[in-house]
C-alpha cells in the first residue's frame, strides 16, 4: 500500500509564499510509477484539482485559479512530489492533499487517483 503523507503548510499573509512537500512510501511500485497530484478542499467546498504532473515529470497541469502561481515539481530519486505556491490568496486557503494514480490520463479528476495522503492545512489570511 502506497502511503502518503503531506507537509508544508501553514498561515501566511496575503501575496505570500509556502512549498508543500509529498513524501511517498510503501507500495509495490516506486513513486515514478504513479501520475501525482494536488487537490484542495475548503470548507464547505468540495474537493478540486490543483495540478498534477505525470510519471516522468514530461507533463503537468493547473486549475485555472492557480496558473501563473503554483508549480508542481517530483524529484522521484527521493520519492517527493512538491507544490510551490506563491502569491497566495484568501481563497487558496483549504486542506491540500497529494494523490498517487496509475492511470496515466488521471489528470484533475480525483476519482482516477488510488491513493490519497491526510492533507496538510494552509490558509492564507492577513
Known amino acids: 500500500q502506497l502511503q502518503l503523507v503531506e507537509s508544508g503548510g501553514g498561515s501566511v499573509q496575503p501575496g505570500g509564499s509556502l512549498r508543500l512537500s509529498c513524501g511517498a512510501s510503501?507500495?509495490?511500485?516506486?513513486?515514478?510509477?504513479?501520475?501525482m497530484g494536488w487537490f484542495r478542499q475548503a470548507p464547505g467546498k468540495e474537493r478540486e484539482g490543483v495540478s498534477w504532473?505525470?510519471?516522468?515529470?514530461?507533463?503537468?497541469n493547473y486549475a485555472d485559479s492557480v496558473k501563473g502561481r503554483f508549480t508542481i515539481s517530483r524529484d522521484n530519486a527521493k520519492n517527493t512530489v512538491y507544490l510551490q505556491m506563491n502569491g497566495l490568496k484568501p481563497e487558496d486557503t483549504a486542506i491540500y492533499y497529494c494523490?498517487?494514480?496509475?492511470?496515466?490520463?488521471?489528470?484533475?479528476?480525483?476519482?482516477?487517483?488510488?491513493?490519497w495522503g491526510q492533507g496538510t492545512q494552509v490558509t492564507v489570511s492577513s
Open positions: 504532473i505525470s510519471s516522468g515529470s514530461e507533463s503537468t
Open positions: 510503501g507500495g509495490t511500485f516506486a513513486l515514478d510509477f504513479y501520475v
Open positions: 494523490a498517487a494514480s496509475a492511470w496515466a490520463r488521471a489528470g484533475l479528476n480525483s476519482a482516477s487517483y488510488d491513493y
